[in-house]
């Protein structure tokens, strides 16, 4: 009995010693690739407030508050809609801009966001001294 305990004993660290390096070998074969998956993932934007938006110009960064007046500008070329965070024109805070090429895809903001705490997604640009986030595809607002 005793020596069938021994071979037993030997044999589990046999394989112990036979699955390990190809545990090893795997671990070096997987690692590069999540890390490579990883790195195709779009980093996480920070989430700010609107009042803190202009702290971050350069930044892509979520931006969240109470959209406090809209406009669409019809008459203009690019006929973009303004959507104004914190006060309404002329005192915003920081404002997410669509312009009319996109403006089918998001319906009327100006009219059934005001009042609405929403956030956008975007690179934060410097427009005349205060802070925007330009608004390409829905998937860049939440609400």
């Known amino acids: ?74 008459a203009s070329h690019a006929q973009p809609t303004f959507l104004d965070f914190g006060k309404p024109y002329p005192d915003q805070v920081f404002t997410a801009v669509i312009f009319g090429s996109d403006r089918s895809k998001f319906g009327t903001p100006e009219t059934t966001l005001r009042g609405r705490r929403i956030c956008v997604t975007g690179k934060l640009q410097d427009r005349g001294g205060l802070p925007e986030i330009i608004l390409t595809d829905p998937k860049q607002l939440s609400q």
């Open 1 to 74: 009995m005793r020596s069938m305990r021994l071979s037993q004993g030997s044999r589990a660290a046999g394989r112990r010693r036979l699955f390990a390096p190809a545990a090893r070998v795997a671990g070096a074969v997987v690692g590069p690739a999540l890390l490579a998956l990883l790195a195709a993932i779009p980093a996480r934007a920070e989430q700010l407030a609107a009042e803190d938006a202009a702290k971050h110009i350069g930044e892509t960064a979520t931006v969240c508050g109470v959209v406090a007046g809209g406009k669409y500008n019809a």
